[in-house]
C-alpha cells in the first residue's frame, strides 16, 4: 500500500467509525455489528502505527487515551465561564421573570435542566477540535484536551455541511461533563473488588475522572456530555434555542429537555415536569437553568459582577424518601467509638441506591424518637451522604423496638463506657487490642494522609491479618518479602515493592507519624504542630496537658487525649518497637534551622504544581509557620495553585498577600 493510499484509507475508516459511533452512542442505532466496528477500529489503529506521519491527532482512535501528561496547561477562557444566582422557590423564580419583563413584556425563556457535572469549554477551528479546558475560576481553567478526546460523545470534527454555508470557521461551546449512573455504579463495584475508597457521586467522579493525568484512566471511565451553550466564534444567532439546534446539527449532544416558555406559570410548570422526571433519568440533576432566550435582550439586561442578571438557576430541595429501618448495627471506629449506623430497605435516593446511613450517637436516636422497625425519611445532606432526618410514628404497628447501646462492645466483648466530654451521648471501646480498633487503626496508619504506605490498602491488610501476619502497627515493618509473596496473589515482584514502599514511610517523619498513630483529635493540622513544638516524639511521653494547650489549635479536651494515649503501657510498647524497625520519630527542620515563619499564618488553596498539600504545610510548620484553613486579615500569606477557588477571592478582597509554590520556596531558600 503506497502512502497515498494508506492516507485515503485511514480517512474513510476515520469517517466510517466516527458516523457508526454516533450511531451506536448517542443515536442508539446501529447499523453495524460490534465484530465489524471492531475490525474497523483496528485497522485504522495499524495503519496510524505504520505511517504515524499520517495520523491525524483528532482520530476516532485517540478516545482510548494517549500518554499520560505530566501536568494540566493553564488556559485562558476566550469568553469567561461565569456561575448562575441561585433561587430556591417560585417566588424568587416568579421575581426574576418580572424583573426581565421589565425590558420587554414579550420576552421568552429557555427552561432546561442543570446537569450535575462540571463545565468545560470546547472550541473547534475550521471544524476540527483543537482545545477543551475546564472552568478553573472562570477566566483561567485547565487544558484537558486529550481527555476529553476519550469522551465518545464530544465530535472531534464537525458536521459542517449541514449549516449550509455558515461560516464555521471558529466554534466554541460549554458544556457540562458528567458520569451516568451506568458508569458510576460499574466504577464503584470495581473499586469496591480492589479494596479501593468509593466515589461519593456520580459528580466527584467525573471530577476525578477529568482531572487524570492518564488519558487512558478517563477512557475506560465512561464520561459523557451535554452541550448547553454557544461560547463565542464566526457563527452567529438571534436566539439561544436557535443556537442549540444549529449545535446539534453540527454533531454535539445538546442540553435534553428544553423547553422556550413565556410566562412565569409557564417556567413554574416546566420546572415541576422536570422535578418530576429527576428520580428516573439516567444521569444526575441538581435543579433547572432558566435563561433570558433572546441574545440581544440579553446583552441589554447585562450582568452583575459575577453573575448574569438575564438567568437564573433554580436549585431542588434535597431529595427525601420513605423506607424501613429494619436495624441499628453498631460500628467501632478507629478511636473506640462506638457509632450507630441504620440499616434500611435499599432505595434509590439522588442517583445511588441506599441501604445504610449513620445514625450518630444516642442523643439523634433519641432526638428523633427513632425506633428499630420504623418508616423513616431519608435524604441525602448536599446529595452526597445519606441521612436519616426523621421518623414516621404515625406508621408504626406495634413491632417496633427502641434502641439502647450496648454494654459491650460488639467487636471484643469488652465494657462500653460513656465518654464524658461527649455530654452524654457517645460511647467507646476501653480495649485498646479491640479487633475492630486494630483493623481500622492499621487501615489509617498506612493510608496516603498517614504513613502513605503504597500497596497496603484495606484488603491487603485484612489478608494479613487474617494469617496472622499483622496484629498491631508495628507488625508492619517485621514483615519480610518472603512472607508476603507466600500469600494469594502476591508475587516475588509485588512483594518486594511493598517491602520498599514499608521501607520508604520510616522516614515520614514526626508530624505524620503522630497523624498516623489514630489519637483521638489529633488530626493532620495539630499533628503538625505538636511535632513543631516538641521535634522529638520522646517528649510527648513526658508532656503534661499545660504544656500541650500552649500550642495554638491543641485544646483542653486534645490535650487529654494525647497525654492519656503516652500513659499506657501498649504505646511506651509500640513506640519502642518502631524506634527499633528504624522509623523516623523527630520532626524534619529545615535546612538552615531557623523559625523565619514564626509569627506568621499561611492558608493553601488550590493544586500546587509539584507539592501537596501536606508536604507544603510541613515546609511551612518546619519554619515555625502556621497553616490554616480559612482566610481573615490576620492570614499573612495565600499560597495559591491550580483552580483556587473563593479562598483565593477573599485574599484579594481583604488584601492578603497571594503568593505561588515557587514563591514559597524561594522564601525557604529551597
Known sequence: MTEKEAASRMKHLAAEITKNSRLYYDLDSPVISDYDYDMMFRELKELEGKYPSLADPNSPTKRVGGEAATGFEPVTHTVPLGSLSDVFDFDEVRAFVGRTKAFDAECSYSVECKIDGLSVALRYENGVFVRGATRGDGRVGEN???????????????????????????????????????????????????GEALFANPRNAAAGTLRQLDPKVCASRGLDIFVFNYQTGTLDFKEHDESLLALEKLGFRIIPYLKVVKTADEVVAQIEEIGKMRGTLPFDIDGVVIKVNDLALRRTIG?????????????????????????????????????????????????????????????????????????????????????????????????????????????????????????????????????????????????????????????????????????????????????????????????????????????????????????????????????????????????????????????????????????????????????????????????????????????????LPDMTRDEASALITSHGGKVTGSVSKKTSYVVAGAEAGSKLAKAESLGVPVIDEAELLRMTGV
Open 144 to 194: 484537558v484536551t486529550e481527555n476529553l478526546r476519550t469522551v465518545r460523545s464530544i465530535p472531534l470534527t464537525l458536521n459542517t455541511e449541514k449549516l449550509n454555508g455558515m461560516d464555521t470557521s471558529v466554534v466554541e461551546v460549554r458544556g457540562e461533563v458528567y458520569m451516568p449512573h451506568s458508569s458510576f455504579e460499574r466504577l464503584n463495584a470495581e473499586r469496591e473488588k480492589r
Open 303 to 607: 450582568e452583575n459582577s459575577a453573575t448574569p442578571k438575564w438567568a437564573v438557576a433554580y436549585k431542588f430541595p434535597p431529595e427525601e424518601k420513605e423506607t424501613r429501618l429494619t436495624d441499628i448495627v453498631i460500628q467501632v471506629g478507629r478511636t473506640g467509638i462506638l457509632t450507630p449506623n441504620a440499616v434500611l430497605e435499599p432505595v434509590k435516593l439522588a442517583g445511588t441506591t441506599v441501604s445504610r446511613a449513620t445514625l450518630h450517637n444516642l442523643d439523634f436516636i433519641r432526638e428523633r424518637d427513632i425506633m428499630i422497625g420504623d418508616t423513616v425519611v431519608l435524604r441525602k445532606a448536599g446529595d452526597i451522604i445519606p441521612e436519616v432526618v426523621r421518623a414516621v410514628p404515625e406508621k408504626r404497628d406495634g413491632t417496633q423496638v427502641p434502641f439502647e447501646m450496648p454494654e459491650r462492645c460488639p467487636s471484643c466483648g469488652e465494657p462500653v463506657e460513656l465518654d464524658e466530654e461527649s455530654e452524654g451521648s457517645a460511647y467507646y471501646c476501653t480495649n485498646a487490642d479491640c479487633p475492630a480498633q486494630i483493623m481500622r487503626n492499621l487501615i489509617h496508619f498506612a493510608s496516603k494522609g498517614a504513613m502513605d504506605i503504597d500497596g497496603l490498602g484495606p484488603a491487603l491488610l485484612e489478608k494479613l491479618h487474617e494469617n496472622g501476619l499483622v496484629k498491631s502497627i508495628a507488625d508492619i515493618y517485621s514483615l519480610t518479602a518472603e512472607e508476603l509473596a507466600g500469600l494469594e496473589r502476591m508475587g516475588e515482584k509485588s512483594a518486594a515493592k511493598l517491602i520498599s514502599s514499608i521501607e520508604k514511610s520510616k522516614s515520614a517523619g514526626l508530624a505524620r507519624l503522630l497523624s498516623a498513630l489514630g489519637i483521638r483529635q489529633v488530626g493532620d493540622k495539630a499533628a503538625a504542630v505538636i511535632a513543631a513544638r516538641f521535634g522529638d516524639i520522646e517528649e510527648l511521653f513526658t508532656a503534661t496537658p499545660e504544656m500541650l494547650c500552649e500550642i495554638d489549635d491543641v485544646g483542653a479536651i486534645t490535650a487529654e487525649n494525647i497525654v492519656s494515649f503516652f500513659s499506657h503501657p501498649q504505646t511506651r510498647r509500640m513506640i519502642d518497637r518502631l524506634k527499633d524497625a528504624g522509623v523516623v520519630m523527630t520532626a524534619e527542620k529545615a535546612a538552615s534551622g531557623d523559625d523565619r515563619f514564626a509569627g506568621m499564618t499561611f492558608v493553601l488553596t488550590g493544586t
